[in-house]
């Protein structure tokens, strides 16, 4: 079936470190989505992207979108502890399904 | 702008009752609602998709008959979770998303317990 997996799972850094996380699809997206949920919350959408080797940035947050459209990074630049969650990618697949298909997460804790 | 809330936050409810969650978008109005169930630490699991007016659209291996989901209007959609069962605990969180959009907006969630 249709699958989106992400690694790692969990992943703890030292305030200040570098943070990757990687989203990995078993077949090709229209289009990928990045959620954050904090401990405790929802899903908070964050970015989309849409075209082939696509590269977005939000302050820290810099996201990419594979050339094949079939997998997708969240790379946290100098992580505080603001930026403890769960991030979760989501894609849908070309084949017009309109839900999202959610990645397993990567869990991340910062240490001050 | 984009605010989607759910009521209850939280249920407690006996095994055998029913529990009925609402899921309401409030400053939008919403031609598709998700629900979603996430167990902890894990990621969300769609159970159904509702389209405003219409049947809803139900993942492999979700009970219709046991979540029973109205979307009666572009603003509300209900979940209800008939006699339910202590393995029927989970967090169930519903999304809402605008006409065309693709990016969805969740609501807090409801924590739901049968004991």
């Known amino acids: 079936g249709q699958q989106v997996m992400q690694i790692p799972q969990y992943q703890h850094v030292q305030e200040g470190e570098d943070f990757t996380t990687y989203c990995n699809s078993s077949t090709t997206l229209s289009n990928i989505q990045w959620y954050k949920q904090r401990p405790g919350g929802h899903p908070v959408f964050l970015i989309q992207l849409v075209k082939s080797g696509e590269v977005k940035k939000q302050k820290r947050l810099t996201f990419q979108f594979g050339e094949a459209k079939k997998n997708s990074s969240l790379h946290i630049t100098a992580t505080q502890t603001t930026d403890v969650g769960t991030y979760f990618c989501a894609g849908h697949f070309d084949t017009g399904r309109r839900a999202l298909t959610f990645g397993s997460g990567t869990r991340l804790q910062v240490q001050p | 702008g984009a605010v989607v809330s759910q009521h209850p936050s939280w249920v407690i409810c006996k095994s055998g009752t029913s529990v009925k969650i609402e899921c309401r978008s409030l400053d939008f109005q919403a031609t598709t609602m998700f629900w979603y169930r996430q167990f902890p630490k894990q990621s969300l699991m769609l159970m159904a998709t509702?389209?405003?007016?219409?049947?809803?659209?139900?993942e492999q291996g979700v009970e219709k008959d046991k979540f029973l989901i109205n979307h009666a209007s572009l603003t509300l959609s209900t979940l209800t979770v008939t006699s339910a069962h202590p393995e029927d605990s989970s967090f169930y969180i519903c999304?809402?998303?605008?006409?065309?959009?693709?990016?969805?907006?969740f609501g807090p969630g409801t924590r739901l317990t049968v004991t």
């Open positions: 999304s809402a998303r605008v006409y065309r959009a693709s990016e969805q907006y």
């Open positions: 509702s389209n405003e007016g219409s049947k809803a659209t139900y």
